[in-house]
C-alpha cells in the first residue's frame, strides 16, 4: 500500500486535537512533570508516540499517558472490554489513528497524605518508583533543580517534578511500554527529549508547527536529518503554568 504522505500524517494529528485526543501540555486537569517524543518507522507504516508524566488529582497517583498515533494500530483493546458491539464500534470509528495507554511508574504507598492524596505524608522517607526504593528529598533539593515550593507542605505535584529530573528513565515509559500500541515491524528512527509542542489550548496545530511538518517528513522519508527545527524547545513543564490548576 502506498505510504501516507506529509499532509495525511499531519491531517491525523489536526484531527486528534479537534477530538482532545492529542497533548495538551497545559491540561488544566493535568500537572506537567515530564515528556518525551518517538518516531516508529516501517516500509509500509508510520507511529509517533508522545509520553507525559504527570499528576491529576483526579487519578489519584502520578501516571505516565502514552498516546499513540500511526497509520495501523497494534494490539487495539478487545470487544470483551466494551458494554457492547456498538460500544467497540464506536471506539474504532472515533480513534482510528491513535490509542492511549497509561502506567503508574510511582508506586501507591504511605508516601502520599492519607487525608489529602495532593499531599506527601509529612511522615514519609521514602518513595517507590519503578519497584526501586528512593529517599523522599530535603526541600533543599527542591531548591537545587529550581522548583519552589508554594506551601510549607511538599504537594505530589512538586515531588513528580523533581522524580523527573532525578529518576526521568524511571518515571517515563519503558521501550516495551512506548511499543504498546506501535506495530512490531515497525523500527525507532527518531527519539526526542524535548522540542517545541503546539499550544493546543491556543487553537494551535500540528500541521502549522514547523517541528511537526518536519517530523511529519522524516516519517515519510525516513530521513531523520530532515529534523532541524529552529522552533526553541518549550516542553518542559515551567513553560506551561496553567497545567493542573483547574
Not at 100 to 105: D, I
Not at 163 to 185: C, D, G, H, I, N
Amino acid at each position: 500500500m502506498p505510504f501516507d504522505s506529509e499532509q495525511r500524517i499531519l491531517s491525523v494529528l489536526d484531527c486528534c486535537c479537534d477530538a482532545f485526543t492529542f497533548p495538551m501540555l497545559d491540561n488544566g486537569h493535568v500537572y506537567l512533570a515530564g515528556t518525551r517524543l518517538s518516531l516508529y518507522r516501517s516500509l509500509d507504516d508510520w507511529a509517533m508516540v508522545i509520553e507525559v508524566f504527570g499528576f491529576s488529582p483526579r487519578s489519584g497517583l502520578p501516571d505516565t499517558h502514552i498516546h499513540t498515533f500511526a497509520s495501523n494500530l497494534h494490539d487495539r483493546d478487545a470487544p470483551e472490554r466494551y458494554v457492547s458491539l456498538e460500544a467497540y464500534d464506536n471506539y474504532l470509528a472515533n480513534n482510528p489513528n491513535n490509542d492511549s495507554r497509561f502506567v503508574y511508574p510511582v508506586g501507591a504507598g504511605p508516601w502520599q497524605d492519607a487525608k489529602n492524596d495532593e499531599l506527601v505524608a509529612e511522615e514519609a522517607r521514602e518513595v517507590v518508583v519503578r519497584d526501586r526504593t528512593l529517599p523522599l528529598p530535603s526541600r533543599d533539593v527542591y531548591e537545587q533543580h529550581d522548583i519552589e515550593l508554594e506551601r510549607p507542605r511538599v504537594q505530589v505535584f512538586e515531588l513528580c517534578r523533581l522524580l523527573a529530573e532525578v529518576a526521568r528513565e524511571s518515571v517515563l515509559a519503558t521501550q516495551q511500554e512506548r511499543r504498546v500500541s506501535v506495530l512490531p515491524s515497525m523500527v525507532q528512527i527518531l527519539q526526542l527529549e524535548d522540542w517545541h509542542h503546539p499550544d493546543v489550548v491556543d487553537d494551535d496545530r500540528p500541521s502549522r508547527s514547523e517541528t511537526f511538518q518536519q517530523l511529519a517528513r522524516v516519517l515519510t522519508t525516513g530521513d531523520v536529518e530532515g529534523y532541524r527545527s529552529s522552533q526553541a524547545p518549550n516542553t518542559h513543564w515551567r513553560n506551561w503554568p496553567d497545567g493542573g490548576r483547574l
